[in-house]
């Protein structure tokens, strides 16, 4: 009688812990699409020739902020295929040679809103020690995982374009007049 009603209160307890719903079936939101607001930082010439991080995954509505540390670096959007080289004037982004600093980071920012889900290639066009093709100084926002089309690929293409060239026109983007914390703490400044 005793040892009956113990395993009729360990059934109940197990069923009630199996009919708790368990986290580890998958995600089960709904999917959506909203406005993050999130804003990611690179590090302008972090250890040299290099964006830090170079592959920045962003939601549309995202901010993507540039810092420049020491040297005279810029960027500008280019597409997969002609790494060191603008868009089509009049199109894509320049932040232009604005941010010149001696030490530490320049006290203003570049940043460009994320709009659509379309991988987003830049450079530096910094000419003087070619730096999209040596370091090479190039990111990409949203590479396509799934394609050849990876920043890796890009850097090889880089390698062989020459000089690069330094677009026309400072366009497209915005500079921010105030200078953010470190975004990095691992950069050194
Ligand atoms: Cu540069």
């Not at 009630?16 to 999917?31: F, H, I, K, R, Y």
């Not at 530096?124 to 920043?151: A, Y």
Request: aromatic share 10%.
């Amino acid at each position: 009688m005793y040892a009956s009603s113990i395993f009729t209160i360990l059934a109940a307890a197990v069923a009630s812990v199996s009919a708790v719903p368990t986290p580890t079936e998958g995600n089960m939101l709904p999917s959506r699409t909203f406005l993050t607001g999130v804003t990611h930082s690179v590090v302008v010439g972090r250890g040299g020739l290099h964006f830090d991080p170079e592959n920045v995954v962003a939601q549309i509505g995202d901010t993507v902020e540039w810092h420049f540390t020491a040297a005279n670096h810029s960027l500008a959007q280019s597409d997969f295929a002609h790494p060191c080289k603008p868009l089509a004037d009049g199109t894509g982004f320049f932040a232009g040679f604005n941010f010149v600093t001696a030490e530490g980071q320049n006290p203003n920012v570049y940043q460009i809103t994320v709009v659509d889900n379309s991988p987003i290639w830049y450079y530096c066009p910094q000419t003087k020690g070619n730096h999209c093709q040596t370091g090479p100084m190039l990111g990409v926002i949203n590479q396509d995982f799934s394609s050849d089309k990876t920043l890796n690929n890009q850097k090889t293409i880089a390698a062989g374009t020459g000089v690069s060239i330094v677009p026309p026109t400072i366009q497209g983007g915005k500079v921010g007049g105030f200078q953010r914390a470190n975004p990095n703490p691992l950069s050194g400044f």
